[in-house]
């Protein structure tokens, strides 16, 4: 007997009936992308920092000294996996299954983030490419400023609907929507 498995993303029930037309401020929900935990080995720090920057199509995020997640919207888990694979000095984990990414954009997106993290998001203090681990609606999450108004959010999996729940009713005062990205 064999058994088919579907993929079914975990916010999928908490997205129906939000296919109306986006707002400016939005609320998009990545289906698949690749996360990697990367753990630089002791006193290889910088040459694994500078190995991860050239590997192409993905996105560094700071969570520590020595410690970035990797993601990646264009390339699969497996290849990166493999790309990752060739750094010799640090481990590295597929987090791909048990951590979702939001992205919020939009012109009140600091109003909406300012009541559910408590970091400085002025752009002085969290510039473009910027990204650390905090808790975001009392839930632990890595938040990485992308864009002039956009962040990307990425927590574990079994909190992912506490904390959508959360940014919508945060945002409900900017007519937040929300829907699966395109991308």
């Known amino acids: 007997m064999s058994l088919t498995l ?11 009936g939000f296919e109306a037309k986006a707002n400016p ?27 991860l920057t050239s590997v192409e199509d993905v996105h560094l995020r700071n969570c520590s000294p020595g410690e970035w997640l ?13 790309l990752l694979g060739e750094i010799a000095e640090a481990s590295t984990v597929d987090q791909s299954d048990g951590r979702v990414m939001l992205r919020i954009s939009g012109p009140n997106v600091r109003k909406i983030l300012v009541k559910c993290v408590a970091v400085d998001l002025h752009s002085h203090a ?47 005062e900017f007519a937040l929507t929300a829907a699966f990205a395109d991308s």
Not at 6 to 16: G, I
């Open 70 to 82: 990797v993601v990646s919207m264009a390339s699969g888990a497996a290849v990166v996996e493999n």
């Open 25 to 51: 401020n939005h609320l998009s929900v990545i289906r698949r992308p690749a996360i990697f935990s990367v753990l630089a080995h002791r006193g290889s720090e910088d040459s694994v920092e500078t190995a």
């Open 126 to 172: 969290f510039s473009i490419g910027a990204s650390a681990n905090m808790l975001c609606c009392h839930v632990a999450a890595n938040l990485a400023r992308t864009g002039a108004d956009t962040f990307e959010i990425i927590v574990p999996r079994s909190f992912a609907g506490s904390v959508f729940e959360e940014m919508m009713e945060m945002g409900r």
């Open 6 to 16: 579907y993929y079914r993303h975990v916010l999928e029930d908490y997205l129906a």
